[in-house]
Each structure stands twice: as C-alpha cells, then as structure tokens.
Nanobody, 120 residues
C-alpha cells in the first residue's frame, strides 16, 4: 500500500553534513505527519524531527539547531538536513508517516532505515 524509502546515509567526519531523503509511494496523503526516527546500538528508538502539513515542526533537544526537516508534497518527499554532525549522531535513521495525536505516536508506515556513521 504505502512504501517509504530512505536514502542519503553514509560515513561522514565529525562536523560534516548529510542530507537524508525519504520518498513515499503508493496511497499517500499530504496531511500525514512525517517523522525521522533514529536508533543507535543498545539504545531506544527516538524521534529526531517531525513535520506536519500545517507547518509545525518538532526537534529533539539533542539535534535542535543542527538538523532541519522539510517536505515537498509535490514530490511526496521529506528531507532531513543534518549539519555539525557529532559521533553521538551515529544511528540507523528511519522515515515514518502517521497521523497520531502527538508528535511521537501514531506512526503507521515505516521505511527500512539508512545508516549514518559519524567518525571522530
């Protein structure tokens, strides 16, 4: 029904930048909330950033000021621009789509993830 495919991950030096992309296909809706989750080895999955169609955005305290989330509804694509990367940003990043009542809940569709590794 709905497929989310992430791209743009890779290996980068501390202080560098990466831009992740998430392309949605199938039966999608512009009114859905789009989120970027991340999970590091041995840690819980956390919401790094999210955006709603109305323009509201959410950022975890750990990434605020460094990451920027945006969306292009015409292309059914959401982006995560990551600047000033730190080794602690190393994780698998997952794109998700949903319509829950809160920022962190209600995500129905998930991508397979893309690895981001930041070297020190």
């Amino acid at each position: 029904q709905v497929q989310l495919v992430e791209s743009g991950g890779g290996l980068v030096q501390a202080g560098g930048s990466l831009r992740l992309s998430c392309a949605a296909s199938g039966r999608t809706f512009n009114t859905y909330t789009m989120g970027w989750f991340r999970q590091a080895p041995g840690k819980e999955r956390e919401l790094a950033a999210a955006i709603k169609w109305i323009g509201n955005t959410y950022y975890a305290d750990s990434v605020k000021g460094r990451f920027t989330i945006s969306r292009d509804n015409a292309k059914n694509t959401v982006y995560l621009q990551m600047n000033s990367l730190k080794p602690e940003d190393t994780a698998v990043y997952y794109c998700a789509m949903g319509r829950g009542p809160t920022w962190t809940g209600g995500y129905e569709y998930w991508g397979r993830g893309t690895q981001v590794t930041v070297s020190s």
